[in-house]
């Protein structure tokens, strides 16, 4: 890839963690913040690092970019979260170049999620791509990459039944009330939390239990209640919390706190209560166990369930997986433009300088020379036989490398590294 004069540095990483080999809890520690992912951004143009992206999930924690070393996108996590590089170490993976690039499109389109077909994440992928160019942190590289993982994404999405079926945490958390839970539509069901996971199962709350008793608590009043007037349901102050939950059946708990926000102790009924923890980091204390009335579940257990449409979803993978190479290798494509446009571009310099010369020469020569006419006609010369080169790099049919070579040995042409 170093040849491909796309980015200063000379590899292109993806580097995290996912539930695939690291827990909830060591999912918690690599978790980002906001404001972590903020500073993370920062660190990284003070570190001259020219173009990541970073995603934090419940399922997973990556950054991809361009570093000389991978441990320089590794120290970045690293220093952001309450993560340890040992602990990274454990649990991570890192992937090089085409194995990265690889990695995106599988993690875009739904083929790594915790539930096959989940498309939660293309989401996470395109506002991470947004925060990063707002910052200068994405170069036509990534921004191009991106984009195609989007395009596959769409595609299976449409052309696939890929996402038939539970494919999300907030939805499989639905399905796992719906089965353990009788007359679901009369219980009192408490969503605390209502960020991204909690609007969505605040929705598929109201579609599938038909139930009228869904009550919302935020920290933040204001964003509950823009979610609760599009359901027409009820909004408690965060004050409220305790005593909201004497009255509450299931309680469904998706903030995004780093540390518990649920507790043995303020939950004072006795009557059954079940839990849903859908955060990463874990915001349900483990302690709640200790009472008899509690039953809590996590979302890497409501990530396991099966539904009976997963074997049907499991036959689509191999019309997923060619339409991933089919758009990977238009990329591809692409990127071996990139491989030789510095030498197309120094070849058009270097014709210009001849026809500069050689119309200093006939200017001095020919008493009625006609500058603009002469101007045209090179110009045109000079843009066919840079498109001729051009197409036949393109071609493919022999080795680019050495038609490079020879292009720049035969036209004196210097190294050049931007294009």
């Known amino acids: 890839m170093q040849n491909y004069n796309i980015s200063r540095s000379k590899n292109f990483y993806a580097i995290g963690l996912s539930?695939?080999?690291?827990?909830?809890?060591?999912?918690?520690?690599?978790?980002?913040?906001?404001?972590?992912?903020?500073?993370?951004?920062?660190?990284?143009?003070?570190n001259h690092i020219e173009s990541l992206v970073v995603t934090s999930t419940c399922n997973r924690t990556e950054i991809y970019g361009f570093a000389e070393h991978p441990?320089?996108?590794?120290?970045?996590?690293?220093?952001?979260?309450?993560?340890?590089?040992?602990?990274?170490?454990k649990v991570a993976y890192v992937y090089k170049n085409k194995e990265a690039i690889n990695h995106m499109f599988r993690v875009g389109s739904g083929l790594d999620s915790q539930i096959l077909g989940d498309f939660e994440i293309i989401s996470q992928i395109k506002s991470s791509a947004v925060l990063s160019k707002k910052h200068s942190l994405l170069n036509p590289f990534l921004e191009r990459l991106i984009n195609a993982v989007i395009q596959a994404s769409k595609r299976i999405k449409t052309e696939t039944e890929l996402s038939s079926g539970a494919t999300s945490v907030s939805f499989a958390s639905v399905q796992y009330i719906l089965k353990n839970i009788e007359d679901v539509s009369n219980k009192n069901i408490l969503l605390f939390g209502t960020g991204k996971i909690g609007r969505n199962t605040c929705e598929n709350l109201v579609k599938h239990t038909?139930?009228?008793?869904?009550?919302?608590?935020?920290?933040?009043?204001?964003?509950?209640?823009?979610?609760?007037?599009?359901?027409?349901?009820?909004?408690?102050?965060?004050?409220?919390?305790?005593?909201?939950?004497?009255?509450?059946?299931?309680?469904?708990?998706?903030?995004?706190?780093?540390?518990?926000?649920?507790?043995?102790?303020?939950?004072q009924s006795k009557k059954p209560l079940?839990?849903?923890?859908?955060?990463?980091?874990?915001?349900?204390?483990?302690?709640?166990?200790?009472?008899?009335?509690?039953?809590?579940?996590?979302?890497?257990?409501?990530?396991?369930?099966?539904?009976?449409?997963?074997?049907?979803?499991?036959?689509?993978?191999?019309?997923?997986?060619?339409?991933?190479?089919?758009?990977?290798?238009e990329f591809g494509a692409w990127l071996e433009t990139r491989k030789f446009a510095p030498t197309i571009k120094a070849l058009k310099h270097k014709l210009a300088d001849f026809a500069t010369a050689e119309m200093d020469t006939q200017r001095k020569k020919l008493s009625d020379f006609n500058?603009?006419?002469a101007t045209l006609i090179?110009?045109?010369?000079i843009q066919k036989i840079t498109n001729h080169f051009a197409h036949h790099l393109r071609d493919g049919n022999s080795s680019t490398d050495d038609s490079l070579e020879l292009i720049k040995k035969v036209f004196q042409l210097e190294q050049s590294h931007n294009v």
């Open 19 to 46: 539930y695939k080999k690291a827990d909830a809890v060591i999912r918690g520690h690599f978790s980002l913040s906001d404001d972590a992912r903020l500073c993370l951004l920062e660190q990284a143009k003070n």
């Open 71 to 89: 441990f320089q996108l590794i120290k970045l996590l690293c220093d952001n979260t309450q993560g340890t590089v040992d602990e990274f170490q």
């Open 210 to 267: 038909k139930n009228e008793h869904i009550t919302l608590i935020n920290r933040t009043k204001d964003k509950a209640e823009r979610i609760a007037g599009k359901f027409n349901l009820l909004v408690k102050d965060y004050a409220n919390l305790q005593e909201e939950l004497t009255n509450t059946d299931i309680l469904i708990v998706a903030t995004g706190a780093h540390r518990p926000t649920i507790d043995k102790h303020i939950i």
């Open 274 to 329: 079940l839990i849903l923890d859908l955060s990463i980091p874990k915001n349900v204390d483990e302690n709640v166990k200790e009472l008899d009335n509690v039953t809590l579940v996590h979302l890497d257990y409501l990530s396991q369930m099966t539904d009976e449409t997963l074997e049907k979803r499991k036959a689509y993978i191999p019309q997923a997986e060619n339409i991933i190479s089919e758009i990977n290798t």
């Open 371 to 373: 500058e603009e006419q």
């Open 378 to 381: 090179s110009n045109n010369i």
